[in-house]
């Protein structure tokens, strides 16, 4: 079967809302009949029996967004419709499995459809039918190429009653199940090579004992075949499933320190990202550690383990690299965004083309009122889709609603103060935002629901007292 003959099975709906959280239009299609209820139209018991009728002999239900947006919706409007009782096919729940890698789908951002015109609830239900088809295609594309993750993708699906339709509709085209240990040790055999050994087999345990929700493992599947790159999963899949975020924080960036463990040893390895990335063998011997280590290496592997840290470096130390060199790890290991906040706006265009020249990466940028607003964009949508991994921002775009709604994009590895003096009002250039940040780090996690993201503080001159607020502060 073709997914153009399989859409002829479904019956394709999509819903208007309005200010008041209340249906005020509705359309569908299924086949060559479609239904519109227009705006301003009252919509009476007539009106749902005709949506209903239209639905009678269809197979599925599909649109996009329905599962959490669209059925609630109709399920308190009319409890007793009859097609609510079909089989859900929800587009966005495919999209990034469909399209895991930057720049996605083409039809999908975030949560929403991508229109060329305003809301029209026919046309959006037949835009959800063409992103169906895609995916279909896309997952037929993925299965001729040999790759197991659809088949993880539907066997995930197929444990949660919810999302039974999902997993009809990709047997439809094709995809096997699996099931019991032939499910555990396909996932376990697939993304061995992409993370921590002593995670993965903790991982498996936890899913025989069903400690974990399905459904995330089927996201977690999809990131882990890029990763490294400069993809990210959309927002929605980290609010609705959080524990996507959780297991791959588990598997990616917790290291096991056990010397056979290929994946630990590469990327929880500063030296191996100093030497591919910087050109360096070893990390400067001076300034040394009381122990007579090097200071610097010290700092590094303190922040690329993601604790949050005050450290002091003369200038001409080899700072910059000190929180540099963890970000590009985060960057590689989670596509964490490292966000970088200085005081210096005039000198942010230079450490950027620095790091870029001299690491040959384009993963850092800048955002400041320096920029023209097509500059800004650029670097914006660049945050978005994954590509900026470390992004200098000075303290005032932390009250900038474009900034905000970027971030917001992006899950957020650590936030780096360079100049960190700057926080301490005994700091000979206290700058009153730079204290206005640190409120925001924290009211952005709670709003977000996430734990508090390291904190890194550099600076190459602090007196005793500024050291003291500075880490009271944080």
């Given at each position: 079967?073709?997914?153009?003959?399989?859409?002829?099975?479904?019956f394709l709906f999509d819903i208007e809302i309005n200010e008041k959280n209340e249906i005020y239009s509705l359309g569908a299609v299924y086949g060559d009949n479609s239904f519109l209820l227009?705006?301003?139209?009252?919509?009476?018991?007539?009106?749902?029996?005709?949506?209903?009728?239209?639905?009678?002999?269809?197979?599925?239900?599909?649109?996009?967004?329905?599962?959490?947006?669209?059925?609630?919706?109709?399920?308190?409007?009319?409890?007793?419709?009859?097609?609510?009782?079909?089989?859900?096919?929800?587009?966005?729940?495919?999209?990034?499995?469909?399209?895991?890698?930057?720049?996605?789908?083409?039809?999908?951002?975030?949560?929403?459809?991508?229109?060329?015109?305003?809301?029209?609830?026919?046309?959006?239900?037949?835009?959800?039918?063409?992103?169906?088809?895609?995916?279909?295609?896309?997952?037929?594309?993925?299965?001729?190429?040999?790759?197991?993750?659809?088949?993880?993708?539907?066997?995930?699906?197929?444990?949660?009653?919810?999302?039974?339709?999902?997993?009809?509709?990709?047997?439809?085209?094709?995809?096997?199940?699996?099931?019991?240990?032939?499910?555990?040790?396909?996932?376990?055999?697939?993304?061995?090579?992409?993370?921590?050994?002593?995670?993965?087999?903790?991982?498996?345990?936890?899913?025989?004992?069903?400690?974990?929700?399905?459904?995330?493992?089927?996201?977690?599947?999809?990131?882990?075949?890029?990763?490294?790159?400069?993809?990210?999963?959309?927002?929605?899949?980290?609010?609705?499933?959080?524990?996507?975020?959780?297991?791959?924080?588990?598997?990616?960036?917790?290291?096991?320190?056990?010397?056979?463990?290929?994946?630990?040893?590469?990327?929880?390895?500063?030296?191996?990202?100093?030497?591919?990335?910087?050109?360096?063998?070893?990390?400067?011997?001076?300034?040394?550690?009381?122990?007579?280590?090097?200071?610097?290496?010290?700092?590094?592997?303190?922040?690329?383990?993601?604790?949050?840290?005050?450290?002091?470096?003369?200038?001409?130390?080899?700072?910059?690299?000190?929180?540099?060199?963890?970000?590009?790890?985060?960057?590689?290991?989670?596509?964490?965004?490292?966000?970088?906040?200085?005081?210096?706006?005039?000198?942010?265009?230079?450490?950027?083309?620095?790091?870029?020249?001299?690491?040959?990466?384009?993963?850092?940028?800048?955002l400041s009122g320096m920029l023209t607003l097509p500059e800004r964009r650029v670097v914006q949508e660049g945050v978005r889709l994954g590509d900026i991994g470390i992004l200098y921002v000075?303290?005032?775009?932390?009250?900038?609603?474009?900034?905000?709604?970027?971030?917001?994009?992006r899950e957020i590895g650590a936030w780096i103060f360079d100049e960190a003096h700057c926080l301490s009002k005994w700091g000979h250039d206290f700058r009153p935002d730079y204290l206005y940040?640190?409120?925001?780090?924290?009211?952005?996690?709670?709003?977000?629901?996430?734990?508090?993201?390291?904190?890194?503080?550099?600076?190459?001159?602090?007196?005793?007292?500024?050291?003291?607020?500075?880490?009271?502060?944080?």
């Amino acid at each position: 079967m073709d997914s153009q003959k399989f859409l002829q099975k479904c019956f394709l709906f999509d819903i208007e809302i309005n200010e008041k959280n209340e249906i005020y239009s509705l359309g569908a299609v299924y086949g060559d009949n479609s239904f519109l209820l227009e705006p301003k139209r009252k919509i009476g018991k007539q009106q749902l029996a005709d949506f209903d009728t239209l639905a009678a002999n269809a197979d599925f239900i599909l649109g996009h967004n329905i599962l959490s947006h669209d059925i609630p919706h109709l399920s308190k409007l009319a409890p007793d419709l009859s097609l609510l009782q079909k089989p859900l096919i929800d587009t966005l729940y495919l999209s990034p499995l469909a399209f895991p890698e930057n720049p996605y789908h083409r039809l999908v951002k975030d949560y929403q459809i991508v229109r060329d015109s305003v809301n029209d609830p026919v046309q959006d239900a037949k835009l959800a039918g063409r992103i169906f088809c895609e995916q279909w295609e896309a997952f037929k594309l993925q299965i001729e190429a040999c790759s197991d993750a659809p088949l993880l993708y539907r066997s995930f699906f197929h444990q949660d009653p919810q999302l039974q339709g999902l997993s009809s509709a990709m047997n439809e085209m094709g995809i096997s199940l699996l099931e019991g240990d032939d499910l555990f040790e396909t996932f376990s055999w697939f993304i061995r090579d992409k993370v921590c050994g002593k995670a993965l087999q903790y991982l498996i345990d936890q899913v025989v004992d069903g400690s974990l929700s399905f459904p995330s493992l089927a996201y977690v599947t999809a990131w882990l075949t890029v990763a490294g790159g400069n993809s990210v999963l959309p927002p929605w899949v980290r609010h609705h499933f959080p524990e996507v975020r959780l297991i791959l924080q588990q598997l990616r960036e917790t290291p096991c320190n056990n010397e056979d463990c290929h994946y630990c040893n590469k990327h929880h390895n500063p030296k191996y990202f100093l030497k591919n990335f910087f050109g360096f063998d070893d990390f400067r011997a001076t300034p040394a550690t009381k122990y007579g280590k090097s200071l610097q290496q010290e700092i590094v592997q303190s922040a690329a383990a993601n604790h949050s840290i005050f450290a002091t470096l003369p200038t001409g130390g080899g700072k910059s690299l000190c929180y540099l060199l963890p970000a590009l790890m985060r960057y590689q290991r989670r596509n964490a965004l490292s966000i970088v906040i200085s005081p210096l706006q005039a000198l942010m265009k230079d450490q950027v083309d620095n790091f870029s020249s001299q690491t040959g990466t384009g993963v850092a940028a800048a955002l400041s009122g320096m920029l023209t607003l097509p500059e800004r964009r650029v670097v914006q949508e660049g945050v978005r889709l994954g590509d900026i991994g470390i992004l200098y921002v000075s303290p005032e775009q932390l009250r900038n609603s474009s900034f905000i709604n970027t971030v917001k994009q992006r899950e957020i590895g650590a936030w780096i103060f360079d100049e960190a003096h700057c926080l301490s009002k005994w700091g000979h250039d206290f700058r009153p935002d730079y204290l206005y940040s640190i409120r925001f780090i924290r009211e952005m996690a709670q709003k977000e629901k996430c734990s508090i993201p390291p904190v890194q503080c550099f600076t190459a001159t602090a007196k005793k007292d500024v050291k003291l607020e500075i880490i009271d502060i944080l």
